[in-house]
């Protein structure tokens, strides 16, 4: 399965890697104190939101359908929370492949429509974080590096702030070119990646056409209004889960400076990695804090705490809804090798 492929074992030695980094100058006394010391009330709270904002995603997740059939709640949030229960325990990130075979067996729709909508939902995702990270560089970045006395990221955070919400910019303007102009663009788009190895220019231009699709929810003014708020309200959400996890430390830091953090632990975890972001997550969260005038082994705290209440209601729901669903993690697993061996096929026919 998993265990047989060269990216599973890529995301392990990037994962041992950052785990050497993040470990290696760690005082354990002191580090033990200072998670004794955490306020529990915050991460029960931390806890509830984390859940509650799996509600938001299976709500957000159905507008993203268009046509005669629109998948009920229960399904969504079903397929959500198993989701991203693979996502944590399996290898290669098999979430979303999952959440499409459940939701498409449950509701009787196309796994190519599902995973279709999912991408859509990455795209908002990704375009949420950036333009949040965009807005506290404008806004917030100068004041709370200032109080906390490190300015020597400055320049380089405010360069990928504003680089965030040109990123920004273009894609929004490359989805309204690919919705309303789809064959101009797609031969653009492919005259622009004409100088990539065939292997990669199949795959890129595949990965553009399955979503296509997906862009129908611009059709619909009300839904895709609708999807940007919930967007929004979903990282806002996730926004103040961090805070609280900064106020479960008894950290001097306030609402604006967990925007920072949340989005280097959203770009940490972007990086390949053993499953459950091991590693990667610990060491973003300690550079982040670092960055913010944060004592070393407070932050190594922050982020092992910060990993294990991420994890836990995850898994906790994710278990929950396979035994209700009558599954295994048997079963996912047997859904991630069916998975590598389309992967397999498809690498074999681009050859």
């Known amino acids: 399965m998993g265990l047989r492929s060269w990216k599973f074992w890529l995301g392990i030695v990037i994962s041992v890697v950052f785990l050497y980094l993040f470990i290696r100058d760690i005082k354990w006394h002191e580090l033990w104190t200072t998670i004794l010391a955490v306020q529990i009330f915050f991460l029960i709270a931390m806890f509830l939101v984390n859940v509650s904002s799996f509600l938001i995603r299976a709500l957000r997740w159905r507008y993203f359908f268009q046509g005669e059939k629109i998948p009920g709640f229960h399904a ?66 100068q004041p709370s590096l200032s109080d906390s006395g490190h300015h020597d990221y400055m320049h ?58 997906g862009l129908d929810i611009m059709k619909d003014l009300k839904a895709f209004c609708i999807s940007v708020v919930l967007s929004l309200v979903l990282w806002v959400w996730i926004i103040f889960q961090t805070y609280l996890l900064l106020l479960a430390f008894n950290l001097d830091l306030g609402f604006t400076q967990a925007i920072f953090l949340l989005v280097v632990m959203a770009f940490s975890v972007m990086v390949p990695a053993a499953p459950g972001y091991v590693g990667t997550f610990h060491y973003g969260t300690m550079i982040a804090l670092a960055i913010m005038g944060v004592n070393e082994t407070v932050a190594s705290g922050v982020a092992i705490i910060g990993h294990v209440f991420s994890m836990f209601p995850i898994a906790l729901v994710g278990f929950v809804y396979l035994w209700l669903e009558n599954m295994s993690l048997l079963d996912l697993q047997k859904q991630q090798l069916k998975t590598e061996q389309v992967s397999l096929t498809d690498e074999n026919s681009v050859k």
């Open 76 to 141: 969504l949030f079903s397929a959500t929370a198993i989701g991203f229960l693979a996502n944590a325990l399996l290898p290669l990130r098999i979430g979303e492949i999952v959440r499409a075979v459940i939701l498409g067996q449950k509701e009787n729709i196309p796994k190519s429509t599902c995973l279709g909508t999912l991408v859509i939902e990455r795209l908002f995702d990704m375009l949420s974080i950036l333009f949040f990270f965009a807005l506290y560089i404008i806004f917030f970045a």
């Open 156 to 213: 380089e955070i405010t360069i990928a702030g504003y680089t965030s919400g040109l990123m920004c910019l273009v894609v929004i303007i490359g989805l309204v070119a690919l919705r309303f102009r789809t064959a101009q663009t797609l031969r653009l788009i492919d005259w622009t990646i004409s100088w990539l190895p065939d292997r990669f220019h199949n795959s890129i231009m595949s990965i553009i056409k399955s979503f296509i699709n």
